[in-house]
């Protein structure tokens, strides 16, 4: 592929949506939120659920992708709520009907999550990523939800695991990225987009206005159209790598453990695939917190290069390039909010932790996760609203971090924007303390994130302390310490408020 073809689809691929949402200072929420959920079913918990027998569930979705043959239209019912979200003071509600929930022959199938509101300023997108070469081909091996704000022109991204056990609508129960599948087998009457769509409405609540998917040689070409991407890593990873990408895959030799150390790295499209898709040593749950990462760096570039400007010239390599139902008016639109967005925040998310559990599909082994709405519901409740910590409705929460090594600063500053704060580097030729130490300049901790700010350095809120006095705009300065650890326990932050 020449570069001038590879800049196409970079610059395309980099338009699909999020390209707009992704900055080096994103505004985030911690992944999992502690807040009680009190109206919930318990029909909403599945139990064993079989899958032996279809379920007659037919999709409500009607639009189709663009490179996928018509799909037959079913009729809709709409369903009993089995729980009322919590309403949004600013969101009006614009609640979908749903497919008939009976099942024939009767099986256990989990009662569908009311569509969250939704208002007119917000738009859905539901990126995918393919396990094979091409867009069309096999399995969905990353499945990350966009939602963006044009009222606060912030945005959400949200990863779900790939193994979630599902309703997929009209089929039956099973792993969510067989409800996008061409090829393995899995081929059946109506999968596609508009299939995922209503897969995902129905078990999560959130409604989804388009889709964009792409295979891993594509996710690569972004990579090295834009000239590679910078990563920090926060955490060692290992896993087994080929010595070099064109050698023979199912040769053993040409294979090697691979270790990245924590630091700053420059990724061409091949490590960078690579490290968005390792798991053997760590989990799926991971692996959405790095493919967020990539994407974040990979669009950030992008915004740099002003590849946006090349976006109505690169349409018709687009659509040849990404499966989508996106449309070039509705691309443009999203597009123009990219630098608001960058400046006022991203949150990031993940379906994961205490919001499923592990369970064993009868039959096959399969090793799936069964969702857990009253810990779920927290999470996919904050989809659609800004973020606790965007620029748009309050002022950031500087944070100085004071220290002789610039690229240890990285590793902190990699964590503090990834929840909203905003790092800056305060250089020092003292000898760094034993101890991590954190001092916050106010009369006291109210609406000081003081919670989440001492997660991030594995210290307790008891250590920080006060100081009524300082000159300049900064409400926390840090001496990072000999004993900073830059890997975090994902999935386990505090709320962020105080």
Same mark, same amino acid.
């Given at each position: 592929m020449n570069r001038s073809f590879s800049r196409c689809i970079g610059g395309l691929v980099l338009l699909t949506a999020v390209w707009l949402l992704i900055g080096c200072r994103p505004a985030t929420v911690p992944i999992?939120?502690?807040?009680?959920?009190?109206?919930?079913?318990?029909?909403? %918990?599945?139990?064993?659920?079989?899958?032996?027998?279809? &379920?007659s569930l037919p999709p409500t979705n009607t639009t189709q992708p663009t490179r996928q043959p018509d799909q037959p239209s079913q009729p809709t019912a709409t369903l009993p709520p089995t729980f009322t979200p919590e309403p949004t003071a600013t969101l009006a509600p614009t609640i979908r009907p749903f497919a008939t929930l009976e099942a024939t022959p009767p099986t256990a199938v989990p009662s569908p999550i009311p569509p969250f509101p939704k208002s007119e300023a917000i738009t859905n997108i539901?990126? !995918?990523?393919?396990?094979?070469?091409?867009?069309?081909?096999?399995? %969905?091996?990353?499945?990350?939800?966009?939602?963006i704000n044009r009222d606060t022109k912030t945005a959400t991204m949200l990863s779900l695991p790939r193994d979630l056990y599902v !309703?997929?609508?009209? /089929?039956?129960?099973?792993?969510?990225?067989?409800?996008?599948?061409?090829?393995?087998? !899995?081929?059946?009457?109506?999968?596609?987009?508009?299939?995922?769509?209503d897969t995902i409405e129905y078990n999560l609540g959130l409604p989804i206005d388009y889709y964009a998917r792409i295979g891993f040689e594509g996710f690569k070409s972004v990579v090295d159209a834009v000239g590679g991407v910078e990563v920090v890593?926060?955490?060692?990873? %290992?896993?087994?790598?080929?010595?070099?990408?064109?050698?023979?895959?199912?040769?053993?030799?040409?294979?090697?453990?691979?270790?990245?150390?924590?630091?700053?790295?420059?990724?061409?499209?091949?490590?960078?695939? /690579?490290?968005?898709?390792?798991?053997?040593?760590?989990?799926?749950?991971?692996?959405?917190?790095?493919?967020?990462?990539?994407?974040?760096?990979?669009?950030?570039?992008?915004?740099e290069q002003n590849l946006i400007t090349d976006l109505p010239d690169l349409w018709r390599v687009y659509r040849e390039a990404v499966e989508t139902d996106l449309t070039l008016p509705v691309v443009l639109e999203l597009a123009a909010l990219a630098p608001a967005v960058r400046e006022n925040g991203v949150q990031h998310l993940a379906i994961a932790g205490d919001a499923v559990q592990s369970w064993l599909e009868p039959g096959t082994g399969w090793s799936t996760q069964l969702l857990r709405p009253e810990t779920a519901v927290p999470i996919l409740r904050q989809v659609m609203q800004p973020p606790a910590l965007n620029r748009a %409705?309050?002022?950031? &929460?500087?944070?100085?971090? !004071?220290?002789?090594?610039?690229?240890?600063?990285?590793?902190?500053?990699?964590?503090?924007? /990834?929840?909203?704060?905003?790092?800056?580097?305060?250089?020092?030729?003292?000898?760094?303390p034993a101890r991590t130490h954190i001092d916050y300049f106010g009369p006291n901790f109210k609406g000081s994130s003081s919670d989440l700010l001492s997660w991030l350095f594995h210290q307790t809120t008891a250590a920080i302390t006060l100081q009524a006095n300082h000159d300049g705009d900064a409400a926390y300065r840090i001496y990072l310490g000999y004993d900073f650890d830059p890997c975090l326990p994902s999935f386990t932050a505090p709320a962020g408020e105080n």
């Open positions: 999992l939120p502690t807040a009680a959920v009190t109206a919930v079913a318990q029909t909403a %918990t599945p139990t064993a659920p079989s899958n032996q027998q279809p &379920i539901v990126l !995918v990523g393919n396990d094979v070469a091409e867009p069309q081909g096999g399995r %969905t091996d990353s499945i990350i939800i966009v939602s !309703v997929i609508p009209g /089929w039956r129960m099973t792993k969510i990225n067989l409800a996008l599948p061409h090829g393995h087998g !899995v081929d059946y009457p109506g999968a596609g987009g508009g299939l995922l769509k890593v926060t955490c060692a990873l %290992t896993d087994w790598r080929l010595k070099s990408p064109e050698l023979d895959q199912t040769v053993e030799d040409n294979w090697e453990l691979f270790t990245l150390e924590p630091g700053v790295y420059q990724m061409d499209g091949d490590l960078a695939l /690579w490290y968005a898709r390792s798991r053997r040593t760590t989990n799926d749950f991971e692996r959405g917190r790095r493919q967020q990462q990539v994407l974040r760096a990979i669009f950030d570039t992008g915004l %409705t309050r002022p950031p &929460i500087v944070v100085e971090v !004071v220290g002789g090594d610039e690229e240890l600063y990285r590793l902190a500053a990699e964590n503090l924007a /990834w929840y909203g704060f905003i790092p800056r580097y305060v250089p020092t030729t003292e000898s760094a």
